[in-house]
């Protein structure tokens, strides 16, 4: 499974990738919405965990993005991760974003996720 780890915390990224890594699978990063919109549409992943609160393009955003292209990543599965996941969880519905998981995030949360993801998508 190839993830996209979207996160402007630097550390964040460098452990969602480093765990998605070790449970056997590929990772890459962008900095930002920006960055990860012009990712997606070089590369096909089939999970991106995103944050919310980015500069230049907020996860939100990139979520209405993705909806207004499908054609960039019909079958990636986004999973929002972030301290104001909560504040966002009625617009997340509303772009038919299912997961969303509250940081801080314990290691065994994202453990899970990833063991979670695996078996939704070989099902």
Do not use: Y
Not at 30 to 43: F, H, I, K, P
Not at 45 to 58: I, Q
Not at 61 to 86: F, K, N, Q, T, Y
Not at 109 to 120: N, Y
């Amino acid at each position: 499974m190839r993830f996209l780890v979207v996160d402007d915390n630097e550390d964040i990224r460098d452990v969602f990738c480093r765990l998605v890594e070790r449970a056997g699978h590929q990772a890459a990063t962008s900095v930002d919405g920006m960055d990860a919109v012009e990712t997606l549409q070089r590369e096909a992943f089939d999970v991106m965990l995103l944050d919310l609160t980015m500069p230049r393009m907020s996860g939100v955003d990139v979520v209405r993005w993705l909806r207004e292209h499908p054609e960039v990543a019909p079958d990636v599965r986004i999973v929002v991760i972030s301290a104001w996941a909560g504040e966002h969880r009625a617009v997340l519905q509303e772009l038919g974003i299912e997961t969303v998981m509250q940081k801080p995030l314990r290691i065994q949360q994202l453990t899970d996720l990833i063991a979670e993801t695996l078996h939704a998508l070989e099902s």
